[in-house]
């Protein structure tokens, strides 16, 4: 699960970032947690897409609030859950119009927090989609959502993922049939990029989240430019 946090203040960033590790341990899930101490920060480092399973976002920020942060998170991404946490209550009729996921009151507890957390993951495991790859002599499933983009090596395939880079002998074509209809596009004859993480397109390249640059043919741009256009037309 990726979830991000955004809050101004370091020790609620470490206490929620170690329940959250507390819940991921002892559910067994496998946790990508980011900590954000502004909202101009998170802004800064996602200036069109949120990779994110599940956004946090305290509401009593200084600078941009947590609201204010929402509306503009919204202006890029319709679908991505916005979980707040509040001191006060009213501020619960105010996050409907960002479509807020839930709303807890602070101080946070694992009896309240856990549970919530367990409904949101089963939710999205419904959702979840996978690669079945043999990879050294093993078995490996690798969740699609996580991968960056497949590149082809010569008669093997790197399966590039936000945490780990899976290398397997198998065509190119045959691997890129499995993924092309899940939010996927061929940048180059040797690369097909998930579009979840394409932060910019330019002429030549386009640049992932995680500050990969993947090639553009000439002859792919318009392609290219199409698909994440009409990608993020459907996700917003």
């Known amino acids: 699960m ?18 959250t590790g507390q ?10 947690f980011s900590a954000y101490r502004s909202a101009e920060e998170l802004l800064f480092e996602h200036t069109s897409l949120f990779p994110f399973n599940l956004l946090i976002l305290d509401i009593d920020m200084k600078g941009m609030d947590g609201m204010a942060l929402a509306r503009r998170v919204r ?7 916005i979980l707040f946490l509040t001191n006060h209550k009213e501020y619960v009729f105010e996050g409907y119009e960002v479509g807020a996921y839930r709303y807890l009151l602070k101080p946070l507890h694992r009896e309240t927090y856990f549970p919530l957390l367990d409904k949101f993951n089963a939710a999205e495991n419904k959702e979840k989609r996978y690669l079945l790859e043999n990879v050294s002599g093993e078995t490996v499933k690798i969740d699609m ?3 960056l983009y497949l590149e082809a090596e010569g008669h093997y395939l790197n399966i590039h993922t936000t945490t780990e880079i899976y290398k397997c002998k198998k065509n190119f074509h045959e691997a890129i049939k499995a993924i092309e209809s899940y939010g996927f596009v061929g940048t180059h004859r040797s690369f097909f990029v998930n579009l979840r993480y394409v932060e910019r397109i330019l002429r030549t390249e386009c640049v992932l989240s995680d500050g990969s640059r993947i090639p553009i043919s000439r002859s ?12 993020y037309k459907k996700t917003t």
């Open 145 to 147: 959502e996580e991968i």
């Open 2 to 19: 990726y979830l991000a946090y955004c809050d101004d203040e370091e020790i609620q960033l470490e206490f929620v970032k170690n329940l």
């Open 23 to 32: 819940w991921a341990a002892e559910r067994g899930v496998s946790l990508h």
């Open 75 to 81: 202006n890029q991404d319709g679908k991505l859950p």
């Open 220 to 231: 792919s741009y318009k392609e290219v430019n199409e698909a994440f256009l009409s990608w």
